[in-house]
């Protein structure tokens, strides 16, 4: 029997969905264990977890803690290096490499940047920031490079490669950590592991592209001059890559930077992040956010000083680089001869007493008007898509009581809205209405496990075929019978919630810099500000304002993930073809006619790769925002941190980054679909 076309399209994939789910809510009173998982059914998969890596971390902890003792004699002599050079020595050295690199405005900007750092009485704190980050860096330069360029050599291990560099990129951070914690113990060693760890997949990746794209003819220039194997690759190839491969060390150096701050949680070293987190613990929020100022300019310098590596640049005069470290060296000795040659006392600790003083002001005028927006936003958004409105519609909130009869009528409504929307010929969008009237009824923390199974399958069925459904299938089963099913819920819900805001606000945020190129000039160092923050920074405001609880989550995370929308929602929009516009115009249509049937669906590809890049953004902060309030899997993550569970650990990090790869494959999925749609 054929099948009609709606039954083998999305509609019959979204019938199954919607059938399933009702099913579900149906068989409820008799069949509980349709809705949750019983807690019979699961396995100690943490506890086999936490049994089998202790007997391989015990194994191994005898050269790991060799190691460890190796690596500290680097990390000992840079941060001897960097913490006993008179202060104008490391200043006059970074505004020499300022302007080699990009001659007046790059030197001034290290000048500024580092002189920023001095003044604000953390000098010796960020120079054993600096000193970590020298020893991780070329540790992840190494270790990636050397995995992209075995996975260039040999073509057989290339996809378990990018399987592994995938795996590295989407476990959350604090998972490093606990293995870690048990190998190395406490201490700086452990957060410059982590860094190098942490670092190096982008490294590889960046090696893999650059020998990628290196012309044909030019490897052939090498084969006919008589070059061997290595000669061809370290003296022609990877020169020919060294544009793309200084990318990669851009993205090194600011992911070292990002998690040698995340690591400060459990080094209690006397770096810059341990001092954040210090002085957020203690509500010093002055203090904390001059603090979080320094790792933002250290963060700014590095960025634009290693991206500037990777451009083609005008040469600058030697002399004047060898001038400005001489007068840094210069001034450094007198300071030496005359005393002086320490750090000064930070100039700003008043202004960070200013702003605790003022935020108190702040706050006591604002307070209801603040705590206001914190709970409407918790009571009528984020409640209700966690626990659904039949149980967050309340009298106290809302004014009256959900009742089973009103999620009737909403069913009702639904069903009556989307029979009306099949009979205009738009059967899918009718379908999924009705799924997503049942989703809020319901709430996400509280979907039945068969309707997200069966949902994820068809969406998957969707996107990429029979294959990935039942891989995502099978990988949602691993999260359902290890008992971690309800937190993963709970990130889920959180995650999601943060990406429709960020797909709402970002993409209209690159719509406008689409269509105003003031609107662009506003947005973009915007943009490039945020992205070179380290995530633990963007907790600081949040909590400035609103204090510990989900909702200073949902707003850390957005804030972190919304630049990838803009950016790509932008990239999309600005890159379709002039001749197509012009055909357009030509046909009569207006401009927004133009933007609403030729821009967007030619920007849907650029616009879904933006998409993917702000769920795997959010699933990365989602770990960080356990520090401020989340009851999901980044919280588990974080206390089998505190408890060395390293069963909970890697368990709970498993399940968080099977979460973001399936996000991921199925965005991919339906990216590459419109790319083939549009020929593209």
């Not at 960097?82 to 302007?99: F, M, Q, R, S």
């Not at 190839?237 to 400060?264: D, H, K, R």
């Not at 994820?456 to 290890?482: D, E, F, N």
């Not at 993409?507 to 915007?526: F, M, N, Q, T």
Request: charged share 10%; net charge neutral.
């Amino acid at each position: 029997m054929t099948l009609p076309d709606w039954a083998r399209g999305g509609t019959g994939a979204a019938l199954v969905v919607m059938l399933t789910g009702a099913l579900c809510l149906a068989l409820q009173p008799t069949a509980p264990w349709l809705i949750a998982f019983p807690a019979g059914w699961t396995l100690p998969a943490t506890q086999w977890v936490g049994a089998a890596l202790d007997v391989f971390l015990n194994a191994i902890k005898p050269a790991m803690r060799v190691f460890s003792a190796l690596l500290a004699y680097p990390m000992g002599w840079a941060n001897a290096v960097l913490a006993g050079l008179p202060w104008p020595v490391i200043i006059g050295g970074v505004t020499a490499i300022g302007w080699h690199i990009g001659g007046r405005r790059m030197a001034a900007l290290g000048a500024g940047g580092f002189g920023f750092v001095l003044l604000s009485g953390y000098w010796v704190q960020s120079m054993n920031t600096l000193a970590l980050v020298a020893v991780s860096v070329p540790l992840a330069v190494l270790a990636g490079g050397a995995m992209g360029v075995l996975a260039n050599e040999l073509p057989r291990l290339r996809a378990a490669l990018i399987a592994v560099l995938d795996a590295m990129q989407t476990i959350p951070t604090f998972a490093y950590l606990t293995p870690l914690l048990l190998l190395f113990g406490f201490g700086p060693v452990v957060g410059l592991i982590a860094s190098a760890i942490y670092a190096a997949p982008p490294m590889a990746r960046n090696v893999i592209l650059g020998l990628e794209r290196v012309e044909p003819d030019v490897k052939e220039a090498a084969v006919m001059s008589g070059a061997n194997r290595l000669q061809q690759l370290f003296l022609v190839e990877i020169p020919a890559a060294g544009q793309q491969i200084m990318v990669g060390v851009n993205q090194c150096l600011m992911a070292s930077l990002s998690m040698v701050i995340i690591a400060s949680v459990i080094g209690g070293f006397n770096d810059i992040g341990w001092e954040v987190l210090l002085t957020m613990r203690k509500a010093l929020f002055g203090q904390a956010f001059l603090a979080g100022l320094v790792i933002v300019v250290f963060a700014v310098v590095i960025d634009r000083m290693s991206a500037a590596l990777a451009l083609e640049r005008q040469r600058q005069d030697p002399r004047v680089s060898l001038g400005l470290l001489g007068l840094g060296i210069a001034i450094g000795l007198g300071l030496l001869v005359s005393g002086h040659g320490t750090a000064p006392a930070g100039v700003f600790a008043g202004t960070a007493e200013a702003v605790d003083s003022a935020l108190g002001d702040f706050t006591a005028r604002h307070g209801e008007a603040l705590n206001a927006a914190k709970t409407n936003a918790m009571f009528y958004g984020l409640l209700p898509l966690r626990i659904g409105l039949d149980e967050a519609v309340l009298p106290f909130t809302w004014g009256f009581q959900w009742t089973q009869a009103m999620s009737l009528w909403l069913f009702a409504l639904a069903a009556f809205a989307g029979l009306a929307l099949a009979m205009t010929g738009r059967a899918l969008a009718g379908t999924v209405l009705v799924i997503v009237s049942g989703i809020l009824e319901t709430g996400i923390a509280q979907l039945p496990w068969p309707f997200v199974l069966v949902g994820v399958a068809a969406l998957a069925w969707q996107a990429q075929g029979p294959r990935l459904a039942a891989l995502c299938v099978v990988l949602l089963g691993t999260i359902l019978v290890s008992g971690l099913w309800d937190r993963a819920l709970l990130s889920l819900y959180l995650s999601g919630a943060s990406v429709a805001a960020c797909a709402l606000v970002g993409g209209g945020l690159g719509l406008l810099a689409a269509v105003s190129e003031i609107a662009w000039r506003v947005l973009r160092p915007i943009c490039d500000m945020l992205q070179t923050i380290p995530l633990f920074v963007f907790l600081i405001p949040v909590l400035m304002f609103f204090q510990i609880g989900e909702f200073s989550a949902f707003l850390a995370i957005c804030a972190y993930a919304v630049v990838p929308m803009i950016r790509y929602t932008r990239h999309g929009l600005v890159s379709t073809p002039p001749d197509m516009i012009e055909a357009a115009t030509a046909s009569g249509a207006t401009t927004w006619q133009t933007l609403r049937d030729v821009r967007l669906p030619y920007a849907a590809p650029s616009i879904l790769l933006g998409l993917n890049q702000t769920i795997l953004y959010a699933f990365a902060m989602l770990v960080i925002a356990a520090l401020i309030g989340t009851t999901d899997l980044g919280q588990s993550i974080f206390l089998a941190l505190g408890q060395a569970d390293v069963g909970l650990g890697v368990s709970a990090g498993a399940a968080m980054a099977i979460l973001a790869f399936i996000a991921d494959r199925l965005v991919q999925g339906f990216a590459e679909e419109r790319r083939r749609a549009l020929g593209l």
